[in-house]
C-alpha cells in the first residue's frame, strides 16, 4: 500500500514531496495520453482515484497524521484531473498533445497553486482529517486548476490570436 501511496517511492523525494508527486505525474500522464488518449486518462484517473484512496486509509489507520507529506498519489490524481482539457483539446482538434505545451505548463503551475493555497472546496476536503478528504483536496484542486487551463486557453485563442 506505501508503494502505491507514495507512487512508486516520489513521496520520498525531498524537499516538496508534493511538487515531486505532481511532476512525476506528468511524464505518466503523456505516456497515457499518447498511448490511449483522453478517455484512457480519464478511467486511469479514477482507478488511481479509488486505489490511492484505499492506500491512504491503510497507510494512515490507527496514526495521528492523516495527510503525511510522503503521500503523493492525491497529487497525481489532480495533476491528472488538471490536465485533462489538454488531452481533450489535442482529441477535438485532432493534434498532438506535443502541440498543447502550453497547457501542460498551466496545468502544473495552476495545480501546485490550488493544492498549496487550498481555497475554498480544495481546504474545506482537506480540513476532513481523513483519506478522503486528502485525496478530494486534491481532486478540487485539479477541477480548479483545469478550469484555469480552459480560461487561460479561451484568452490565448480568442484575444492574443
Given at each position: ?118 481555497p475554498w472546496l480544495v481546504g474545506r476536503a482537506d480540513a476532513r482529517n ?32
Amino acid at each position: 500500500m506505501k508503494l502505491v501511496a507514495t507512487f512508486f517511492g516520489v513521496g520520498l523525494l525531498r524537499p516538496a514531496p508534493g511538487t515531486w508527486g505532481s511532476l512525476a505525474a506528468l511524464p505518466v500522464a503523456y505516456a497515457i495520453l499518447a498511448f490511449g488518449g483522453f478517455w484512457l486518462l480519464v478511467n486511469l484517473t479514477v482507478f488511481v482515484f479509488m486505489s490511492g484512496w484505499i492506500a491512504t486509509k491503510e497507510v494512515t489507520r490507527g496514526k495521528e497524521d492523516h495527510d503525511p507529506s510522503y503521500i503523493v498519489i492525491d497529487e497525481v490524481v489532480g495533476q491528472w484531473i488538471a490536465l485533462f482539457p489538454v488531452g481533450y483539446g489535442a482529441l477535438m482538434m485532432g493534434v498532438s498533445i506535443d502541440a498543447l505545451w502550453p497547457g501542460w505548463i498551466a496545468a502544473f503551475v495552476l495545480f501546485r497553486v490550488f493544492d498549496i493555497t487550498k481555497p475554498w472546496l480544495v481546504g474545506r476536503a482537506d480540513a476532513r482529517n481523513d483519506a478522503l478528504g486528502v485525496m478530494m483536496d486534491d481532486v478540487f484542486a485539479g477541477f480548479f486548476a483545469a478550469i484555469g487551463v480552459i480560461a487561460l486557453a479561451a484568452f490565448a485563442h480568442l484575444v492574443l490570436m
